[in-house]
Nanobody, 119 residues
Framework: QVQLVESGGGSVQAGGSLRVSCAAS???????MAWFRQAPGKEREWVAT???????SYADSVKGRFTISKDNAENSLYLQMNSLKPEDTAMYYC??????????????WGQGTQVTVSS
């Protein structure tokens, strides 16, 4: 059974930093991995992707402030969030695609970790 377990969320003031982590029970080296987020009353939105080759993509709203990374030896995914804004407040979810899915369709999801940014 695939398990994705997020951790590292919390409360921070605007301008601060947080790093959220995702421990995976599956190999991170062979698939796309991503972070999504969902704010209260809003739809879930994509934040960032890291592909098998390590290339990354970011939503415009976080580009230059957030960095996605992974440790294939530990099967872990990370999101370093800097210069946080109140609008970054959301539940952050780790997601994984099936192995070698070049379209990065996400089939596996974690339970989420809450990030709250106060002004």
């Amino acid at each position: 059974q695939v398990q994705l377990v997020e951790s590292g969320g919390g409360s921070v003031q605007a301008g601060g930093s947080l790093r959220v982590s995702c421990a995976a029970s599956i190999s991170t080296s062979s698939r796309c991995m991503a972070w999504f987020r969902q704010a209260p009353g809003k739809e879930r939105e994509w934040v960032a992707t890291i592909r098998r080759d390590g290339s990354t993509s970011y939503a415009d709203s976080v580009k230059g402030r957030f960095t996605i990374s992974k440790d294939n030896a530990e099967n872990s995914l990370y999101l370093q969030m800097n210069s946080l804004k109140p609008e970054d407040t959301a539940m952050y979810y780790c997601a994984a695609a099936r192995p070698y899915d070049s379209r990065c369709n996400y089939n596996y999801w974690g339970q989420g970790t809450q990030v709250t940014v106060s002004s």
